[in-house]
């Protein structure tokens, strides 16, 4: 019995002790957080934490695995259900539920997977396995998959569905906990129906944010920093890996930038000022307001399967000073809330469906955003179709074929 006791009692430490590690993760990545303070946080000294984890990156892997393990929980509750509908209904409400009970302090929050590529072997390669079966899993909710293209659509849902559970971190805090389902239920409406007004078509106009102006040294800096950083993470890309990656010395580096927390500052600038870009050239082209909607929604997902990207991912917000954070935090909400000005002109002229705005434009913030994971699979097809595919399961929802029977 006592035996039994002790193992409790054993599980629950470590339990305290792998939420607080994801704490620490979510706040300065992986790479920056310190045994110090998590034993502050749990009221422990760094030897007993050690005697728990040997070292960081057992502690760092194993708030990895575990947010992993959470997700394959939740998908397979979710697979449980009988139509894909039901399935990825039942997953957001998994996923809402346990966001409520972290906003009423009965539960921690699981440690995001931002870092997960920069971490060593052997560990990132038994992650990144864990990391495929959650996709997989996921685009399992979106039922049978008979041909190529049926595949190609489901894992574009697959991806924009899990981003959209992860960017609920970022902008849910805006409401009220009781407003939970609501929200919940907003979303949803979002993911099976999407936002074209019945009678929509896709015919995006793409924008070209250049007007033939070729890139600067300065510009092809910090396109080059935006790539290692999506890759690897804010403390993962190394101001030596990227010096590397560039072909330049150190002291270049620190020519253009005085330092790396103004290197991850001037990607997001450039990064929002193309978006930016992209929504005003689409106001001046005129036409309805779905038509300006999908044009720069297309010409952003464009970029990021093509040279010309990618945009600097939210993750690498984890790491940055808390000040800096906010601030991009709130750029991205002036952003989105451009998006859903747009969307309720569309309403107001019957070219958009009715939605609730604020709730659709995060989630376009979060299907543009992560696309850059996505390059690959684009890489499979023209490009003009994989940015037809990943847009259609926001613009006509995750479950309308009409992309690939058309």
């Known amino acids: 019995m006592s035996e039994a006791v002790g193992t409790k009692r054993f599980q629950a430490k470590r339990d305290a002790i792998l939420a607080a590690a994801a704490e620490a993760i979510n706040e300065q990545s992986a790479k920056g957080m310190t045994f110090a303070d ?3 946080r749990v009221g422990l000294n760094t030897t007993s934490v050690t005697y728990y984890f040997k070292r960081k990156e057992d502690l760092a892997a194993a708030a990895f ?5 959470t997700l394959l929980a939740s998908l397979d509750d979710a697979l449980e259900q009988a139509t894909p509908q039901d399935r990825v209904a039942r997953f957001l409400s998994i996923t809402m539920a346990r966001q409520l009970r972290v906003a009423a ?17 052997p560990m990132k390669g038994a992650l990144l396995a864990g990391w495929r079966e959650v996709f997989r899993r996921t685009r399992n909710l979106f039922g049978p998959m008979p041909t190529r293209a049926h595949t190609d659509l489901n894992g574009a849902r697959a991806h924009v569905l899990l981003e959209n559970t992860f960017w609920l971190t970022a902008w849910i805090d805006r409401y009220e906990p009781d407003q939970y389902p609501r929200v919940e239920a907003r979303l949803m409406d979002v993911f099976a129906r999407g936002l074209a007004a019945p009678g929509a078509n896709w015919s995006p106009e793409l924008l070209d944010l250049t007007h033939g102006a070729p890139r600067t040294s300065r510009e092809n800096f910090l396109l080059a920093a935006t790539r290692l950083i999506n890759e690897l993470g804010y403390r993962g890309a190394s101001v030596q890996r990227i010096a590397s990656e560039l072909n330049v010395t150190k002291g270049s580096f620190y020519h253009h930038l005085d330092a790396k927390d103004d290197l991850v500052t001037q990607c997001y600038v450039r990064s929002f000022a193309t978006i930016t870009e992209a929504q005003r050239e689409a106001d001046a082209i005129g036409g309805s307001h779905w038509h300006r909607l999908s ?3 297309a010409t952003l997902l464009d970029i990021q399967f093509s040279e010309a990207g990618p945009l600097l991912r939210t993750t690498a917000l984890s790491g940055l000073p808390v000040g800096v954070r906010q601030v991009m935090i709130d750029r991205s909400n002036r952003i989105a809330r451009r998006f859903a000005g747009t969307i309720s002109d569309g309403i107001t002229e019957g070219s958009c469906r009715a939605v609730d705005p604020l709730v659709a434009s995060q ?13 690959k699979w684009a890489g499979t097809m023209g490009r003009e179709r994989a940015v037809a595919l990943y847009a259609s399961t926001l613009m006509f929802g995750m479950f309308d074929d009409r992309v690939i029977e058309g």
């Open 38 to 40: 998590v034993a502050r």
């Open 295 to 297: 044009s720069a929604i």
């Open 65 to 69: 695995d575990r947010t992993i393990q």
């Open 363 to 375: 989630a376009l913030m979060a299907l543009q955003n992560a696309a850059f994971d996505m390059r």
């Open 105 to 121: 302090g009965e539960e921690k929050p699981v440690a995001v997977l931002s870092d997960l590529r920069a971490m060593d072997e």
